[in-house]
């Protein structure tokens, strides 16, 4: 009997095992479709991006892609799961498994291509400027050199701030800690994404304020996925391709305020032309 109970609770080990293990082997696509929701990490503190709105919404730009692509996956916009990442942590949330995907302003680097596979680009973003007091006479990225100047934690361009131009960079978690940084003068300017400090300073109170140092480039702009899951990747993309030849990315721009972009026209017209 004690050798029979053994083999029994073997028997179930293996059983217990085998199911993990299919689990485990299953692909993301699989996943969302069982789970019957898309998990998908994205800025709530980052106009036009995402961003909460006056009724507490998580709204913008790549918000909206996507729960288009929630719908084209689950036939709804609404089985979706929205989570707040930041710069440091979405990729940590993407490969750990806490989030299906990553929409939140993920510039595409040939760094972060070794760890996460990327979307399609469908957005080619200025790169980073600096916001700075009017009166400030600075306005190249070398006359920075030696400059304490906010910024934020987990910035692709972190390693170019301080190894090429050698700004002494206070790095911050958040924007909120970074402009109150900036205003209480702990550093002569902040280093962030061009959109988002433009759209800062349409804000009354930071009238007195510019972008004293133009952008040095410009960043395309994909979501990420975890490495080698070509069924889900194929799936995602997919769903971007049919929002551009449906001319939803520019009617995203219009409604969150952003400048019309070329980049984003051409890559509608290409779509079309392909669907059709």
């Given at each position: 009997m004690a050798g029979f109970k053994r083999m029994m609770g073997a028997s179930a080990l293996a059983l217990a095992t085998f199911?993990?293990?299919?689990a485990a082997l299953a692909g993301t696509l699989d996943n969302v479709k069982a789970r019957g929701k898309l998990i998908v990490g994205v800025k709530n503190d980052y106009v036009p991006y995402g961003y909460l709105?006056?009724?507490?919404?998580?709204?913008?730009?790549?918000?909206?892609?996507?729960?288009?692509?929630?719908?084209?996956?689950?036939?709804?916009?609404d089985k979706i799961e929205l989570v707040p990442v930041i710069a440091a942590n979405r990729i940590d949330f993407l490969t750990a498994g806490r989030i299906d995907a990553i929409f939140a302003t993920l510039g595409v680097t040939t760094e972060r291509a070794k760890v996460i596979d990327f979307t399609t680009e469908y957005v080619s973003a200025a790169g980073p400027s600096v916001?700075?007091?009017k009166e400030s006479t600075i306005s190249k990225w070398e006359e920075l050199k030696g400059k304490s100047v906010c910024g934020i934690q987990g910035?692709?361009?972190?390693?170019?701030?301080?190894?090429?131009?050698?700004?002494?960079?206070?790095?911050?978690?958040?924007?909120?800690?970074?402009?109150?940084?900036?205003?209480?003068?702990?550093c002569i300017g902040f280093v962030f994404d061009d959109m988002t400090l433009q759209q800062k300073l349409k804000e009354p109170d930071w009238a007195s304020y510019k972008i004293a140092v133009a952008p040095y480039e410009f960043q395309p702009m994909a979501g990420g996925l975890r490495k080698d899951d070509a069924e889900f990747r194929e799936a995602v993309d997919k769903a971007i391709d049919k929002a551009e030849a449906e001319g939803k990315l520019i009617a995203w721009e219009t409604e969150f305020g952003m400048p019309h972009s070329d980049?984003?026209?051409?890559?509608?017209?290409?779509?079309?032309?392909?669907?059709?």
């Amino acid at each position: 009997m004690a050798g029979f109970k053994r083999m029994m609770g073997a028997s179930a080990l293996a059983l217990a095992t085998f199911f993990v293990a299919g689990a485990a082997l299953a692909g993301t696509l699989d996943n969302v479709k069982a789970r019957g929701k898309l998990i998908v990490g994205v800025k709530n503190d980052y106009v036009p991006y995402g961003y909460l709105n006056d009724k507490g919404e998580v709204v913008g730009f790549e918000v909206s892609l996507a729960k288009y692509v929630a719908k084209e996956l689950l036939g709804s916009e609404d089985k979706i799961e929205l989570v707040p990442v930041i710069a440091a942590n979405r990729i940590d949330f993407l490969t750990a498994g806490r989030i299906d995907a990553i929409f939140a302003t993920l510039g595409v680097t040939t760094e972060r291509a070794k760890v996460i596979d990327f979307t399609t680009e469908y957005v080619s973003a200025a790169g980073p400027s600096v916001l700075m007091a009017k009166e400030s006479t600075i306005s190249k990225w070398e006359e920075l050199k030696g400059k304490s100047v906010c910024g934020i934690q987990g910035s692709y361009y972190n390693k170019k701030m301080t190894e090429e131009f050698g700004i002494t960079l206070v790095a911050f978690k958040t924007q909120p800690e970074a402009y109150r940084a900036l205003k209480d003068n702990r550093c002569i300017g902040f280093v962030f994404d061009d959109m988002t400090l433009q759209q800062k300073l349409k804000e009354p109170d930071w009238a007195s304020y510019k972008i004293a140092v133009a952008p040095y480039e410009f960043q395309p702009m994909a979501g990420g996925l975890r490495k080698d899951d070509a069924e889900f990747r194929e799936a995602v993309d997919k769903a971007i391709d049919k929002a551009e030849a449906e001319g939803k990315l520019i009617a995203w721009e219009t409604e969150f305020g952003m400048p019309h972009s070329d980049y984003i026209a051409a890559r509608a017209k290409a779509a079309a032309a392909k669907k059709n």
